[in-house]
């Protein structure tokens, strides 16, 4: 098969080799999700405990966003050297300089400080996850349903090592405090060493130029369509994830109920339970998903935003104790929203088929969106959250999904005027 020739699908079935790589990837993304999560929760509580419960919206905004730089502008470069000289090493490299960079958290004091040992973490996270997502797209190219299958396990093991991590870092940090961080660096490693016994070699192909690859995600197709969607769902995620936990854990306010307080093991079974409705909403997705392909699985998952930000506005303007009331509406909405991002990942593994020599600079895409939204949206929620506390936050995340909405309209038109990236059942 030559490097710029879409794969033909053609059976329904993976090899057993096949099968045995992707689930030790899936097992290595949630150990690598372990650390990363458990790490940055307990690095907002270490800054909220230095602050003295009043930390700087824009502190934790900048924090969280110096992991997630670093992986953005690395994911690219990272995932062009895996695909010319293996992936192999990348994939087990990546983990131990995230390793690395949760143990120089620990000699940390000051905002600048917790950024700049994190940025090894970000450059771990490049080098792993888009040539995972590559070994993974070319492990499904022969079948649509796998691809669909191991699209939504990649993603709910992505959220289970995100719920496990904010288990992990709440417990920890209760516990242990700093040492916490060895606890996360152990994670790390242990990625490393799954991929180290069960991920096979792969021979590197010969690479396309760089152009090649840039004009397939930016020049005129469906990637660069796609491109407002992901950054704003991603930033929606970074705005959330990072400036959540801050202002539940802030100190209360009584204009708004869910900024509280709340113990910081209350916090991390909150967020898991989040995570817990994602991962069964994406088994929910899953049938759909091979059924009609990636536009228009999520375009149908983008209102459940809605609905989660409209019950959570309703909740932090009632009596706590009024909240279970409401709750049913936003699990439904979570359930809902659940369905975008394995679709998001189909998709891409589906426009990698245009370059299959260079399939990890490609997914690449996948983590520098990722990361460059959740960035911004870390800093956007730090600043939101700094303006109106929880309601910045349910404002953004409106104002993020309209704009995802209406690029996915962008999306749909397309594949009604060229036909699906792959063949959809009639």
């Known amino acids: 098969m030559s490097a710029t020739q879409p794969a033909t699908p053609s059976s329904s079935r993976l090899s057993h080799a096949e099968s045995i790589e992707i689930r030790a990837l899936l097992v290595a993304c949630v150990l690598l999700r372990l650390g990363v999560v458990g790490g940055t929760d307990a690095v907002i509580f270490d800054l909220n405990d230095i602050a003295g419960g009043h930390p700087r919206g824009i502190a934790v905004g900048f924090v969280g ?3 997630a730089v670093p992986e953005m502008l690395f994911a690219f470069l990272m995932a062009r050297f895996a695909d010319r000289f293996g ?8 983990p131990l300089l995230g390793a690395a960079g949760i143990l120089l958290v620990i000699l940390a004091h000051e905002p600048w400080q917790f950024a700049m040992a994190r940025i090894l973490e970000g450059v771990g996270a490049a080098a ?28 709910a093991a992505t959220l289970a090592g995100y719920a496990g991590g904010f288990v992990l870092g709440s417990f920890a940090w209760h516990s242990l405090h700093r040492g916490a961080f060895v606890l996360m660096a152990l994670f790390y490693v242990s990625a490393s060493v ?11 192909l010969p690479v396309s130029p760089v152009n090649v690859v840039f004009r397939a995600i930016v ?17 929606l995620v970074g705005a959330w ?4 936990t801050s202002l539940l854990k802030h100190a209360p306010d009584t204009r708004q109920t869910l900024v509280h307080g709340f113990d910081e093991r209350l916090i991390g079974a909150f967020k898991v339970s989040w995570v817990l409705l994602l991962i069964v909403g994406i088994v929910l997705w899953t049938p759909y998903l091979q059924r009609h392909g990636g536009p228009a699985t999520m375009r149908r998952a983008i209102p459940g935003a809605f609905a989660v930000c409209a019950a959570l506005f309703a909740i932090n303007h009632v009596p706590l104790r009024f909240a279970p009331l409401i709750l049913p509406v ?8 659940a369905g975008f991002v394995p679709a998001a990942v189909n998709y891409l593994a589906d426009c990698s088929e245009s370059l299959v020599a260079d399939r990890s600079a490609l997914m690449a895409f996948y983590t520098v969106t990722l990361a460059g939204g959740g960035a911004v949206g870390a800093l956007l929620g730090g600043v939101a959250g700094g303006l109106l506390l929880f309601d910045g936050l349910i404002v953004l995340g409106v104002l993020l999904a309209i704009i995802a909405l209406l690029s996915l309209n962008s999306v749909v038109r397309f594949e009604h005027r060229h036909g699906p990236l792959r063949p959809q059942p009639g």
Do not use: D, H
């Open 65 to 67: 966003a110096a992991q």
């Open 87 to 94: 992936r192999g090493r990348f994939l087990i490299g990546g």
């Open 128 to 155: 792993f996850v888009p040539t995972a997502l590559g070994t993974i797209a070319a492990a499904t190219a022969a079948s649509k349903t796998a691809r669909a299958k191991a699209s939504g396990a990649f993603e």
């Open 194 to 204: 799954v991929v180290l016994f069960f991920v096979p070699r792969a021979r590197p």
């Open 219 to 235: 020049g005129p197709g469906p990637i660069r369509r796609f491109i407002p969607a992901w950054l704003a769902v991603n930033c």
């Open 241 to 244: 994830y990072v400036n959540m």
């Open 330 to 337: 936003a699990i439904a909405g979570v359930l809902i929203e």
